[in-house]
Every structure is written in structure tokens, then in C-alpha cells.
T-cell receptor, first 111, second 112 residues
Framework: QKEVEQNSGPLSVPEGAIASLNCTYS??????FFWYRQYSGKSPELIMS????GDKEDGRFTAQLNKASQYVSLLIRDSQPSDSATYLC???????????FGSGTQLTVLP | DARVTQTPRHKVTEMGQEVTMRCQPI?????VFWYRQTMMQGLELLAY????????DSGMPKDRFSAEMPDATLATLKIQPSEPRDSAVYFC??????????FGPGTRLTVL
């Protein structure tokens, strides 16, 4: 079992819709959770971090964390074609210093 | 606008040659990470430094890869000898206290 799992997709949504990206993790001691966006041929770019249960909103992005169920999600409201990218979930386990990345979900927003 | 820089951006070499990749972390960051990304394996951590000291290089093939941080403004990743299976994009990332990481643009390595 992978430590951080994501649906690889591709996930397609129409422009203006809500895109929902999910991530599960195996280490219950995980403390820090991140979402990175990676455009094709580019480097990962940090878009959200979340540390506590509940929702965290930043513009059109909302990260949701549920430690009891060991999942973290990213919602993108009013999706735009420019949101088309691969979204990487990253988790820092309680005792670890480094992040573990999921394999990413490819999102396509259709005009 | 502080950014992680990496050189070279692209490298094509022949099997058996030495490859050196360089990274300049963001000024003030005390942690540096080296990652390798391929379609098959995704993003893999190769090595990790904190305050220039290597803390974890368990992801690196020890016989051919080496990572160093000769000073706070330079991290290097060397492959000697290189093999075709080393073809990948190598990313350097830096952060403060290791939590939030900022990635450089990457070095795309092709070993023929």
C-alpha cells in the first residue's frame, strides 16, 4: 500500500464547475498536508497547506482535512481552463522530516 | 522574487559520463531536497539536507549518486557513471524548517 494515494485521473470538469481532488494517507501520525499544482513541463508549485481538521479557504481553493478518516481533499470552485494541471498531494508524517508525495491527479477543465 | 535556481536546465549525455547538477536555494532557507521525477515512479526523494548536513539520502543509489552542499548557497547532485535509466527530471527544493518546500525549475537529464 502506498503511503499517499491519489486517483490518477484524468479528471475532466466543465469550465465553471467545482473540481474535487482527493488524497488518502496511511500514517495516522501525519501532521502537515500540502497541495501542489504542476503544469506540464514545469515544476510543482505550492498552492495550499493545511494542518488542522476542517476546511481552509484561499480564493477559489478550499482544502479539507479529516484526520480520523485519513483523507485530505482540494476543491476548486469556478474551475478555469488555466487550472488544467496535475495536482500533487504531499504529506509529512509525524516523525519524518520530509514530505511524501502522491502520484498526482491530472485535471482537465473543458472550455 | 526569491526563487530556487537550478543549472543546467537541460542535459544530454552519453552513458558512462559524469553529470553534475547544481541548485541555489532561496536565501535564508535551511533545508534542501533533491527529487527525481519520472512518468513511472512519480516524484521520488533522493536526498535531504538541513543546515548543510545530509540527513537522509536513502533514496539515492549510493554506488553512482552523490549529493553535497559545499556552502549555504549551493547544493550539488552528481551521477557517475550515468546510465540511461537515470533519464528523468531532477528537482531541487528548499524550505525553512523543512515543512513548506519551494521547487526549482528542474534539470531535464537524458542519458543516451
Amino acid at each position: 500500500q502506498k503511503e499517499v494515494e491519489q486517483n490518477s485521473g484524468p479528471l475532466s470538469v466543465p469550465e465553471g464547475a467545482i473540481a474535487s481532488l482527493n488524497c488518502t494517507y496511511s500514517d495516522r501520525g501525519s501532521q502537515s498536508f500540502f497541495w501542489y499544482r504542476q503544469y506540464s513541463g514545469k515544476s510543482p508549485e505550492l498552492i495550499m497547506s493545511i494542518y488542522s481538521n476542517g476546511d481552509k479557504e484561499d480564493g477559489r481553493f478550499t482544502a479539507q482535512l479529516n484526520k480520523a478518516s485519513q483523507y485530505v481533499s482540494l476543491l476548486i470552485r469556478d474551475s478555469q481552463p488555466s487550472d488544467s494541471a496535475t495536482y500533487l498531494c504531499a504529506v509529512r508524517a509525524g516523525s519524518a522530516r520530509q514530505l511524501t508525495f502522491g502520484s498526482g491527479t491530472q485535471l482537465t477543465v473543458l472550455p | 522574487d526569491a526563487r530556487v535556481t537550478q543549472t543546467p536546465r537541460h542535459k544530454v549525455t552519453e552513458m558512462g559520463q559524469e553529470v553534475t547538477m547544481r541548485c541555489q536555494p532561496i536565501l535564508g532557507h535551511n533545508t534542501v531536497f533533491w527529487y527525481r521525477q519520472t512518468m513511472m515512479q512519480g516524484l521520488e526523494l533522493l536526498a535531504y539536507f538541513r543546515n548543510r548536513a545530509p540527513l537522509d539520502d536513502s533514496g539515492m543509489p549510493k554506488d553512482r549518486f552523490s549529493a553535497e552542499m559545499p556552502d549555504a548557497t549551493l547544493a550539488t547532485l552528481k551521477i557517475q557513471p550515468s546510465e540511461p535509466r537515470d533519464s528523468a527530471v531532477y528537482f531541487c527544493a528548499s524550505g525553512f524548517q523543512s515543512d513548506t518546500q519551494y521547487f526549482g525549475p528542474g534539470t531535464r537529464l537524458t542519458v543516451l
